[in-house]
């Protein structure tokens, strides 16, 4: 039996949106399931997203759903999702993309540790970290 620690993102009426540009970004399955299919037909929120998941390729998984009407939205968030390894040229791909609309913090470039790095906040307004690890040898 294993364990996964997974992001798990709120949005308050762009799920779908929001998880159909990370499908482009990442690949992988996503699957979608709203209010309405898990019983809550009459629902205000019926067509919102109660359940998105994205598994890639790579075995990243991201989750994600619409806050319900009823509920408060927080909105914003004290964590950023971490991208890292060695393999650059899908490191930088996925920054790429995830620039598109996005906040650049600190634009991808050689730190003085060594690695590449560079900070964004996409356009639905989760954080990003993409560090590229410097060859070693």
Do not use: C
Request: zero cysteines.
């Amino acid at each position: 039996m294993t364990a996964h620690l997974n992001p798990y993102l709120s949005f308050r009426d762009n799920a779908r949106e929001a998880m159909t540009f990370y499908h482009g970004v990442f690949g992988g399955d996503l699957s979608l399931s709203t209010f309405g299919e898990m019983g809550q037909a009459e629902s205000p929120d019926a067509d919102k997203i109660m359940h998105a998941r994205l598994e890639t390729g790579t075995g990243f998984i991201l989750m994600a759903s619409d806050t319900p009407s009823e509920m408060q939205y927080g909105g914003g968030s004290s964590i950023s999702i971490s991208l890292s390894g060695d393999d650059g040229e899908s490191l930088r791909g996925y920054w790429t993309a995830l620039s598109d609309g996005a906040n650049v913090i600190m634009p991808m470039q050689k730190q003085m540790w060594g690695d590449e790095f560079g900070m964004l906040t996409d356009k639905f307004g989760v954080g990003w970290m993409v560090d590229i690890a410097e060859p070693q040898g």
